[in-house]
């Protein structure tokens, strides 16, 4: 780590004034009265609609494309289909195997084939329709192990005779020898279900190109840095003539950290026809675009001697990938990296295989890769303490890694407030007086888990910073922040303005934030896998360090005092030793403007080395790791099979909350997104490979009325590393949640559900099977009764 | 977004005026109430009428009126929130009102009204999706298409009538008026079904109806609507069910009926209903044993399809749950029975 990066978690002077504190979202307002500007909002002089037509078929190969009758209707500007852009880009390097429109496949349906611009929407719409295109249908996989165990055809011409995205099998320590000497191993199978972000505003992007040639962007992404490296890339532009600017964003969850196939058509479009191009995505054609999560078939064995401590789990993945690779090769890798906390196990071992199939393709959404092991883990914990007759809270303190340590796999782990965590629910809950003591229906379950504050992978390998910021200070005594960082609602441009405001002693509303637009921002990679606040946090104290720096200097010469006399806070600045010398922020700004000239400064982060040493040992290293503990009270009709969720209590470490609200928001967030998943949510096709119903009324999101109460804890375990010593919040609080509701059901009627989602169906099958069982086995005690007393 | 098709709005002001329209656009135009159905539709491609006849703007349509003889009469644009919350409703026929309270959500069921409801499109996974998927799919027997999706080699379409409201005006005894060319005409509720889910109803597509009638209901009147559905709002039927009884002053149960709906093209009525019921005294064990009677009476004549979304099998185990918490919920003075 450099040492630029260390800034130590104390508060700036002494006592925090912003961090820590509620305060407004910077655009919470704009958003709420409506002033917020979307990409959709966007309209630019002569600026032309486009739309995509897509594959019918879930698997074929394109034999021809006859566009002439579409480019001859009145009002069309442009047609392009895959030989326009026939350059392949993937969000990983390492995987490129999408291209912006199909050049001679298609692997879905609704996979993009050709792209309109026209005057308007519904002319560009009847364009679609004039588009000849004729398919040689192949055989198309829906079924993941179909797809692993047949070899022709293969979904990618690249993978030579097989259809797999990429498989990793790692081991560390003694497994199978682990399971030979243990007093107790649990074994099960469990299934995740796919499900997507359903993110309010749809994917949306819009291109011109300037007279002299300079190409911009607007689009929904989360990862703007990556967006404009693959528009260079597939393009052939070279990358300073391109500028990506993130608008506004409705909600992102994962959904929008792929480059999309609508930013390489607008952007292709525009350069063709000289006029700016918009298009806009349908909710249907957004459930295409998918990038969800993975559906996974999971097999553990979890190894324990008889006082509850785990000695080894090996687990075995088959992940349904989709069409594409996506992030497939970071999800196949923290399948199995990512379960290795909060606990403490000495052997472990997963072998996890992605598999392309005929569907939408999936990718990262909240939580990604690791919310399906650590549903699958968490609930073999429970039937481990269940046989062993230990309380499922104790046994997972009994397991407890520790802070400061290193898992079996090599992570760092540096704070952890696990154990708050645990204590928070538990009494929250009032768990020992009512785990396994309500009537029968209702029941209480628990469980645990850890998630990163963003990796030391940086997706492509370089030496350059993680997170960039930079600041401007001027004699109007504004300071401008501009950021790289993508604020997909999360609310990293707020945390980057408490930051500034905590550094310069300034109120937060006289720092602004610019935030995503690749002209005037440095470079972040992205928001995803939790890295903003961490990172960006950190670039921000870093450049606001560097600011105060002059302003101190700048005032203390004034004063002719020596430095650390002088305090910036509230607006001033202050000599703590004799109250008559006052300043004002705007006064101390303009000193050091004369005394430094104009004022900037920048700042950066990067990670330190971390990992294990072993080939993937970077996937999944974090500098920090948050963690979650939930309890869910889960009520179950065993006539109807419905199971309700009347409150959930969820502790969360986020290590310090840089605002509590927002902390709260995120934690509530995953809560309900969670529960949403377990219970409702289903992302499939049918039998003939079309999603089964591609709109908010067939995909069923809770409404308000099915959501939980939840009572939300924020542990801070004060991390050593992360800005005032924050970790993540947005996704480790998904995790949990549903291991802790399939436990909760166990508590309330007795039966494990192993697989995802708990529809009122599988609970009736799984109580008729309880019952049938049961009633074997009373049979067979009557039985075995009988038998002692003919033999007395 | 998806784009609503291009078509002429009339707004007439009275029923005259939109019969007249009707008449002179024939099979290219449309009525509109609330729009919560026919929007959507037409956004799917599913009808693309050059003109579209609102009745928003008529007066004569709109309101409940409490008839003298303890009857009531609707008009077809009051709005299921209207009727939802009407306290005449809730008294008079507390099915209706709870079956009102539960169709889509709140928002919508401030647009939609109770006429759209009882003249619902039927619904079918198959159907009910955008043109894209439609055309991917090779289409389906009930628009654009030869083939049934829902029962393999099946000639009838069994798109399922969906609307809430409709069986528990059935129960009820109901009847609507039409207004068309030649007139007006009522049409009792239980008369106006078809076994055909491409238009499941006896008067025609351009027919208008204005108003439903409600007769006085017995002393002793109970009724409850029952609906199983996934979320807690929004959602259509997956199964729907209706109850009446009528009791003497002792409690006695002197008549019952119970009407299903998403099941097929048409409500169902359970057959055998009443005599199960009968001579039995709410409140005793007589009653729910009877009760269980009559729900598995439902459970042999109702039988959930794979026509709209949810496991058919699941659905099919919720038929006599939902009948006999309905009936039981009348028997009570409750309901609806409803997960939330």
Redesign the interface.
């Known amino acids: 780590m450099a040492a630029r990066d260390i800034h130590g978690p104390e508060a700036p002077w002494k006592e925090f004034q912003v961090v820590g504190k509620s305060h407004r979202k910077i655009d919470g307002m704009a958003k709420a009265t409506g002033e917020a500007v979307y990409a959709d909002d966007i309209q630019l002089p002569g600026m032309l609609h486009a739309k995509t037509l ?1 594959s ?2 879930a698997h074929a190969k394109i034999v021809s494309i006859d566009t002439s009758r579409a480019l001859a209707l009145k009002g069309v500007h442009a047609v392009i289909t895959g030989a326009d852009l026939p350059i392949k880009y993937g969000v990983i390097p390492w995987t490129p195997d999408e291209t912006a429109l199909a050049t001679d496949r298609v692997r879905f ?1 609704g996979d993009e084939v050709a792209a309109v611009a026209a005057i308007d ?2 002319t560009a ?1 009847a364009a679609l329709e004039l588009i000849d295109v004729e398919y040689e249908v192949l055989h198309a996989y829906f079924d993941p192990r179909e797809a692993l165990e047949r070899s022709e055809p293969t979904i990618h011409e690249s993978r030579k005779n097989n259809n797999v995205s990429k498989h990793v099998e790692l081991e560390f320590g003694d497994v199978d020898g682990a399971a030979e000497t243990a007093d107790l191993v649990v074994k099960g199978e469990y299934q995740f279900h796919g499900s997507t972000h359903g993110a309010i505003e ?1 994917h949306c992007a819009v291109a011109k190109v300037s007279p002299e040639g300079v190409l911009t962007l607007w689009s929904a992404t989360q990862i703007s840095h990556y967006v404009h490296r693959a528009l260079a890339r597939v393009l052939e532009w070279e990358p300073q003539k391109i500028r990506v600017i993130q608008p506004c964003i409705g909600g992102a969850f994962g959904g929008k950290s792929d480059p999309f196939s609508l930013e390489f058509c607008v952007a292709k479009l525009a350069e063709i026809t000289g006029r700016p191009v918009k298009m ?1 995505w ?3 054609e957004v459930f295409y675009a998918h990038r969800g999560r993975h559906p996974m078939q999971l097999a553990y064995r979890t190894s324990a001697t008889k006082d509850g401590k785990i000695t080894g789990v090996d687990a075995k993945i088959l992940i349904d990938g989709g069409s594409y690779s996506s992030f497939g090769l970071v999800t196949t890798y923290y399948s199995g990296q990512l379960l290795t906390g909060p606990y403490d196990f000495p052997s472990y071992r997963f072998n996890s295989t992605r598999v392309f199939t005929n569907k939408p393709p999936c990718g990262p959404k909240r939580g990604h890769g690791s919310v399906q092991p650590r549903f699958a883990f968490e609930c073999q914990l429970d039937e481990v303490a269940e046989q062993l007759g230990i309380d499922p809270i104790e046994i997972r303190r009994k397991n407890f890694h520790g802070e400061h340590t290193q898992t079996v796999n090599g992570q760092r782990i540096t704070s952890s407030g696990y154990m708050e965590c645990l204590d928070k629910v538990e009494r929250g809950s009032a768990w020992r007086e009512r785990h396994r003591q309500l009537p029968t229906g209702q029941g209480l379950g628990v469980a645990g888990s850890m998630y990163i504050s963003g990796t030391n992978y940086p997706i492509y390998p370089n030496e350059m910073p993680q997170a960039g910021i930079q600041l401007k200070a001027d004699r109007s005594g504004l300071v401008t922040v501009f950021s790289g960082a993508n604020d997909i609602g999360q609310g990293s441009n707020s945390v980057v303005r408490y930051i500034v405001a905590e550094e310069l002693g300034m109120d937060p509303t006289d720092v602004r934030v610019l935030a995503a637009d690749s002209d005037l921002c440095p470079v972040d990679l992205g928001a995803y896998s939790s890295r903003v606040t961490f990172m960006v946090g950190n670039a921000a104290v870093d450049a606001a360090r560097k600011l105060r720096a002059k302003l101190v200097a700048a005032v203390a010469e004034h004063w002719e005092v020596e430095e650390k006399r002088v305090r910036l806070i509230m607006g001033r600045a202050i000599d703590l030793e004799d109250t008559e010398k006052v300043l004002s922020t705007r006064e101390a700004i303009q000193l050091a403007e004369a005394k430094f000239d104009t004022l900037g400064s920048t700042g950066a982060y990067n990670t330190p080395t971390l990992g294990g040493d072993y080939r993937g040992g970077t996937i999944g290293a974090s500098p920090a790791y948050s963690f979650t503990a939930h309890i869910v009270e889960a009520h179950v ?1 065993e ?4 199971i ?1 969720v009347p409150k959930v209590w969820c502790a969360h470490d986020c290590g310090r909350a840089l605002n509590p609200r927002l902390v709260a928001g995120q934690i509530e967030g995953s809560v309900y997104m969670g529960i949403a998943e377990a219970l ?1 949510e289903d992302h499939k096709v049918n039998r ?1 490979g ?6 908010l ?2 995909y ?1 999101m ?5 959501t939980p109460d939840i009572e939300t804890y924020i542990v801070e375990s004060v991390d050593p590393e992360g800005p005032y010593g924050a970790k993540e919040a947005g996704e480790g609080p998904l995790h949990s949640a549903i291991p802790a509701l399939a436990n909760a059901i166990h508590d309330a009627v007795g039966i494990r559900l192993r697989e995802l989602p708990f ?3 599988k609970v ?1 099958a799984a109580l008729a099977e309880k019952r049938m069982s049961e009633g074997a086995a009373a049979g067979g005690a009557a039985a075995k009764a009988m038998a002692k007393k003919e033999t007395h | 977004m998806l784009r609503l098709p291009k078509f002429r709005l009339e707004e007439p002001t009275d029923v005259a005026g939109a019969v007249a329209l009707m008449s002179e656009h024939g099979e290219d135009a449309m009525i509109v109430a609330g729009g919560t159905d026919l929007y959507p539709n037409m956004k799917h491609g599913l009808f693309e009428p050059k003109v579209v006849v609102s009745l928003g703007r008529i007066a004569e349509m709109r309101g409940i009126e409490a008839l003298a003889d303890g009857g009531l009469r609707i008009g077809a644009t009051t709005t299921l929130a209207e009727m939802a919350q009407s306290a005449l409703v809730q008294e008079r026929a507390p099915a209706l009102a709870q079956a009102a309270s539960l169709v889509a959500g709140p928002q919508l069921r401030t647009m939609g009204t109770a006429g759209g409801n009882v003249m619902l499109d039927t619904r079918c996974q198959w159907y009910n999706q955008t043109h894209f998927w439609r055309k991917s799919l090779g289409y389906c027997l009930k628009k654009d298409g030869t083939v049934c999706h829902v029962v393999a080699g099946g000639r009838k379409c069994v798109a399922a009538a969906s609307n809430d409201t409709a069986p528990t005006l059935m129960t009820l005894n109901a009847s609507a008026t039409f207004a068309n060319d030649e007139g007006s005409r009522d049409v009792k509720i239980d008369e106006m079904w078809k076994a055909d889910g491409i238009w499941n109803k006896e008067p025609g597509r351009g027919e208008i109806l204005t108003s439903l009638h409600i007769p006085a209901q017995s002393k002793g009147h109970r009724g409850a609507y029952g609906k199983l559905r996934d979320r807690g709002s929004i959602d259509y039927p997956l199964f729907g069910c209706a109850v009446r009884l009528d009791l003497d002053s002792e409690g006695v149960v002197e008549d019952a009926d119970v009407v299903c709906v998403a099941l097929v093209a048409r409500p169902l009525r359970i057959k055998k209903v009443a005599e199960t019921l009968r001579g039995k005294k709410v409140g005793t064990e007589s009653f729910a044993e009877a009760a269980k009677e009559a729900a598995d009476l439902a459970d042999t004549q109702a039988k959930p399809m794979d026509n709209i979304p949810g496991e058919s099998l699941y659905r099919r185990q919720m038929v006599p749950v939902y009948v006999r918490r309905t009936l039981q919920a009348a028997a009570e003075g409750k309901g609806p029975v409803h997960h939330v």
């Open positions: 897509r019918p078929h349906i929407e519904d719409n749809p806009l349908t909710r249907e009709d006539e109807t099979g419905r309700t409702m003939f079309l999603h089964s119903g591609p709109s009324l067939d069923r809770p409404t308000a009325i099915d529809t009122p169906a009736l």
